[in-house]
């Protein structure tokens, strides 16, 4: 993919309702693009690093070659990780609100 190809992907995404940020990063780690400061794009990328390595030899190994996309729910957010050879992308949104203001 281009990288003006991917920049206007991202572009896309940023601009989805619940949608707080991404972050584009090479396979070993290093920030590309992001919409988050510095600091905060540190701190997530050195968590989600070594579990992201982790899920791709627990795939490989069970033989699930064709997963490529993985969604983390937590009580404030989603963490959608999408990962190929060349890069990985992480965009955090925020849990919907149904009608009545509960959580899905």
């Given at each position: 993919?281009?990288?003006?190809?991917i920049?206007?992907?991202?572009?896309?995404?940023?601009?989805?309702?619940?949608?707080?940020?991404?972050?584009?990063?090479?396979?070993?780690?290093?920030?590309?693009?992001?919409?988050?400061?510095?600091?905060?794009?540190?701190?997530?990328?050195?968590?989600?690093?070594?579990?992201?390595?982790?899920?791709?030899?627990?795939?490989?190994?069970?033989?699930?070659?064709?997963?490529?996309?993985?969604?983390?729910?937590?009580?404030?957010?989603?963490?959608?990780l999408?990962?190929?050879?060349?890069?990985?992308?992480?965009?955090?949104?925020?849990?919907?609100?149904?009608?009545?203001?509960?959580?899905?």
């Open positions: 993919m281009a990288l003006r190809e920049q206007t992907a991202l572009d896309r995404v940023q601009t989805l309702e619940h949608v707080t940020g991404y972050i584009c990063m090479t396979s070993s780690g290093v920030p590309i693009r992001t919409t988050f400061d510095e600091e905060y794009t540190k701190n997530l990328v050195t968590q989600l690093q070594p579990f992201l390595e982790r899920i791709k030899r627990t795939i490989n190994s069970i033989g699930l070659k064709d997963v490529v996309e993985l969604r983390l729910k937590t009580k404030k957010l989603e963490y959608l999408r990962t190929d050879n060349l890069c990985t992308f992480i965009v955090l949104q925020r849990h919907e609100k149904l009608k009545n203001g509960t959580d899905e």
